[in-house]
């Protein structure tokens, strides 16, 4: 069974940096698309950026310049380097990997959030 763990949320003042970090556990073959999507309640799940499998990396037009997306190795899945945080950026941000099963195929999976609170 693979399970996504993101950490590195917290409280913070605008202008300040977070990193966001994606780790999965259990055993799989490989990973494709990886991204970072945020929610906050009563809103609709937003993708804030994606590395697709080709390599083409994707932001949200609100976080073009601030935010970088970068792949990990092995378990550590991807990372979101967050800089000069608005309080806009205020969510629930969740990590989301398509990942290669051995002998099952590809699946997606979600992680299970990490709160960015970012006060002005």
């Known amino acids: 069974q693979v399970q996504l763990v993101e950490s590195g949320g917290g409280l913070v003042q605008a202008g300040e940096s977070l990193r966001l970090s994606c780790v999965a556990s259990g055993r799989f073959a490989g990973t494709n698309a990886v991204g970072w999507y945020r929610q906050n309640t009563g809103e609709q799940r937003e993708l804030v950026a994606q590395?697709?499998?080709?390599?083409?990396?994707k932001y949200a037009d609100s976080v073009k310049g601030r935010f970088a997306i970068s792949r990990g190795n092995g378990n550590d899945i991807t990372s979101l380097q967050m800089n000069n945080l608005k309080p806009e950026d205020t969510a629930v941000y969740y990590c989301?990997?398509?990942?290669?099963?051995?002998?099952?195929?590809?699946?997606?999976?979600w992680g299970q959030g990490t709160q960015v609170t970012v006060s002005s």
């Open positions: 989301n990997v398509d990942i290669l099963l051995a002998g099952e195929g590809w699946f997606n999976y």
């Open positions: 590395i697709l499998g080709g390599g083409i990396v």
